[in-house]
């Protein structure tokens, strides 16, 4: 390669590991300090601040989805494994929302350490799957769980 | 002096009086190929795939979401390469590739997102959210459009060129951050369904047409940049003898007037 163009090569590899190293720096920075998102144990141990708008999210735990008969507005649970956290909602729910499900809210925690949300999001796996596959995956864990159950 | 030789080939390369007359003999086969797959993909997914078990059809809008998002990405590569060697050799052709490569990066950058938007609402309550993932695909948007601007904004065509490629290579930075950012970090959108490393997390019935509509859209990509960069060999060619030529030969009144 000619040297002045290999010289010219030189400066296109610099700019793309200055620009590289620029970023990485500052999304690490940012990593560590915009951390908006919280686990349901991290609010349980304090670690969120109240009433300052944040977002929060884990599975929705069976049967605690409870809804209020004369207006939308619903209470339900999520969970990361280890702690819960009560989440109130006054707005329509996305169509993928349902229970053993992943739900993010975005609101503020009141006193009680229940999110005031103002946003409920579902969030999708992905993993994609026919109806008939998932209704026979179904049938077949619920024929595993009753054999379990018998013995 | 070895090396002096083996270089040749790519010197030849960048004539664009080569690229357009191998280029055209290219296009028919390609535009046969990219109509083939495009119509059998779209039809096999839109039509004949199963549904989803949890969101129904409106899962469907992936055959169009996912390979316009994979050429978005791999498409900057190609503008970015192609900057680099414009750069480096101080290549026309490579300059025109690239020139071309931001629009068509563009508008299947909005396509991915606007895609998303639609089958957001349904899915997760909500067309926009801030995440990592989306927020990264916006910042896209704003580097091939950053691309194109910057080729119209000098008077001399040199320092456009320069200043472009200079953008497209820091841009490049993005790219992975783009793939990697659903991993990096908790963000709403949901991880890749399609990976390098394992069989992909989809019913097999669902994944074949959608590898049919990413070969598609590489196929569309490349017809596309082949399209779009011949119509600028011509514009900026245009006072050569040999496209002159080609015109006269194409509209022979109308050019015998104007030579004249």
Redesign the interface.
């Known amino acids: 390669?000619h040297p002045i163009?290999r010289q010219?090569?030189q400066?296109?590899i610099l700019?793309?590991v200055a620009?590289?190293v620029i970023?990485?720096l500052m999304?690490y920075m940012l990593?560590q300090n915009a951390n908006y998102?919280y686990t349901p144990s991290q609010i349980a141990g304090g670690e969120a601040p109240q009433a300052v708008h944040i977002r929060a999210g884990g599975m929705v735990v069976d049967g605690s989805v409870k809804r209020s008969p004369d207006s939308l507005d619903v209470q339900f649970e999520v969970s990361d494994g280890m702690a819960t956290l009560v989440i109130q909602y006054g707005g329509?729910?996305?169509?993928?929302?349902g229970e053993g499900e992943a739900a993010?809210a975005a609101g503020k925690l009141d006193e009680n350490l229940v999110l005031q949300a103002t946003?409920?999001?579902?969030?999708?796996?992905?993993?994609?799957?026919?109806?008939?596959?998932?209704?026979a995956m179904n049938q077949a864990y619920k024929l595993k769980q009753q054999q379990e159950a018998n013995q | 002096m070895a090396?002096g030789r083996s270089?040749n080939w790519f010197h030849r390369m960048g004539s664009p009086r080569w690229f357009y007359e191998t280029t055209g003999r290219w296009l028919p086969w390609l535009w046969v190929l990219t109509l083939a797959l495009m119509i059998t993909g779209l039809v096999w997914g839109l039509a004949f795939a199963?549904?989803?078990?949890?969101?129904g059809n409106s899962?469907r809008i992936?055959y169009l979401h996912v390979p316009a998002s994979f050429l978005a990405l791999a498409g900057y590569y190609i503008m970015a390469i192609a900057g680099?060697v414009g750069?480096?050799?101080k290549m026309k052709l490579s300059y025109m590739v690239m020139k071309s490569a931001a629009p068509i990066g563009a508008a299947l950058t909005f396509l991915a997102l606007f895609t998303g938007a639609v089958w957001g609402k349904?899915?997760?309550?909500?067309y926009w959210?801030w995440d990592a993932r989306i927020t990264s695909m916006l910042i896209l948007l704003f580097l091939y459009l950053g691309v194109l601007a910057l080729q119209y904004a000098f008077h001399s065509r040199e320092a456009g060129n320069k200043a472009s490629a200079?953008l497209a290579?820091?841009g490049?930075?993005?790219i992975p951050?783009i793939y990697k950012s659903v991993d990096?970090?908790?963000t709403?959108h949901?991880?890749?369904?399609i990976k390098l490393t394992s069989a992909p997390?989809?019913?097999p019935?669902?994944f074949q047409p959608l590898l049919v509509m990413i070969l598609a859209l590489y196929s569309f990509y490349a017809l596309a940049l082949i399209l779009f960069t011949r119509a600028e060999i011509l514009q900026r060619e245009s006072k050569t003898g040999w496209v002159r030529e080609l015109a006269q030969q194409a509209h022979p009144a109308q050019s015998a007037g104007v030579t004249k």
Do not use: C
């Open positions: 390669m163009r010219r090569l400066f296109v700019i793309v620009a590289s970023v990485g999304a990593g998102f329509i729910l996305p169509d993928l929302f993010i946003e409920v999001l579902a969030k999708h796996d992905e993993k994609y799957t026919p109806p008939e596959v998932a209704d | 090396s270089w199963p549904q989803d078990a949890k969101q899962f992936i680099a750069l480096i050799w349904p899915t997760w309550g909500t959210v200079i290579l820091v490049t930075v993005n951050i990096w970090w908790y709403l949901q991880p890749a369904t997390s989809m019913h019935d669902m």
